[in-house]
């Protein structure tokens, strides 16, 4: 760890682009929650990550798609400022990576990764995992949490629909309980963007639309955090999210407006296949052509 607080060596940034893609000084880095520009992340001889521009301002909801191994944990570790890129700069809520405290930024951004589900204890009550994000730990470490502070807690758990977990602990919960819970926790500090890695992986069919309808309300209220959204599957993009990054192999194919860039070739090109997408209603289906 630097005394930044990350978990790789911190390189300043070298290059900023503008929305064009050409080099410049950033204007006005509060209008957007994310920023990055020319992004590369490399461990030995491989590129997690190379030469990534990326934008998310405050009222989108991006899904990021791509095959395993393509970079999308490594991008979204970078957007939990988890993690420093080995060259570019990354701009989190108006701060710049390298320059910034990440324990002052960590608060204002909700995370859920199967890595965060395997370090909670299996023996913290649901409740306390929830409230505990408020205070920046896993699971409970205070005798008396403030009233207000549990009563959101079970707010959070209700919206996700898991309000009668409260007391379980946290070990005995199913898989897709565990997501439920861990969203739950990620909206506790009323973040302002809200990183979800692959949340419907490992969920039955059921589990899956439950939480994709769940995701959807979220992803339409006003008042909820920009959003990105890591999946493998077109099938679990929420209605509401409003952008689409398509990643391989640590770069990216393309990004916008789903409606403009979801497309059964951009799909085809990400997962190296000849793929038909289909689209129902506001839901996504996709198939080998
Ligand atoms: N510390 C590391 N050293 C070397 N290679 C790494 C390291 N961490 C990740 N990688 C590699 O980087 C690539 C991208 O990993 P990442 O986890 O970001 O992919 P992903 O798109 O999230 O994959 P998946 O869909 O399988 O979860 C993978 O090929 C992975 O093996």
């Known amino acids: 760890m630097t005394s930044h607080g990350l978990d790789a060596p911190a390189a300043t940034g070298t290059v900023n682009y503008d929305h064009n893609g050409h080099v410049s000084e950033p204007n006005n880095l509060d209008d957007l929650v994310v920023r990055m520009a ?8 491989n590129e997690l990550l190379a030469g990534l521009d990326w934008a998310v301002e405050l009222d989108e909801r991006w899904v990021v798609l791509g095959p395993n191994g393509a970079g999308k944990t490594t991008l979204l570790r ?6 420093h890129p080995t060259s570019g700069t990354v701009d989190l809520l108006g ?13 204002r ?27 920046s730990v896993i699971g409970r470490w205070r005798e008396e949490y403030e009233n207000l502070d549990v009563d959101r807690a079970m707010e959070l758990l209700g919206t996700l629909g898991v309000t009668h977990l409260a007391e379980r602990t946290f070990g005995t919960l199913s898989e897709g309980e565990r997501k ?16 979800l890695d692959e949340p419907a992986a490992g969920l039955d069919l059921g589990g899956r639309e439950d939480l994709v309808a769940r995701l959807s309300t979220l992803a339409m209220d006003p008042d909820a955090p920009a959003t990105v959204l890591v999946t493998h599957h077109v099938e679990e993009i929420p209605p ?9 192999e640590g770069q990216a194919v393309v990004a916008g407006l789903i409606d403009d860039v979801l497309t059964a070739e951009n799909l085809s090109k990400t997962f190296d296949q000849d793929l038909l997408l289909e689209r129902s209603g506001d839901r996504f289906f ?4």
Do not use: Q, W
């Open 78 to 83: 970078l957007a939990a400022a988890e993690l």
């Open 38 to 45: 020319g992004v590369g992340v490399r461990r030995g001889r």
């Open 286 to 289: 996709a198939r080998r052509r």
């Open 240 to 248: 509401g999210f409003t952008h689409a990054l398509l990643l391989r």
């Open 109 to 135: 951004i909700g995370f859920t990764s199967a890595a965060l589900a395997g370090r909670v204890p299996g023996d913290e009550l649901v409740r306390d995992v929830v409230v505990s994000a408020g205070y």
């Open 180 to 195: 439920r819970v861990l969203i739950a926790r990620a909206l506790m500090t009323d973040p302002e963007l809200l990183l």
């Open 95 to 107: 701060e710049r990576i390298g320059k910034v405290s990440v324990f002052e930024l960590r608060p």
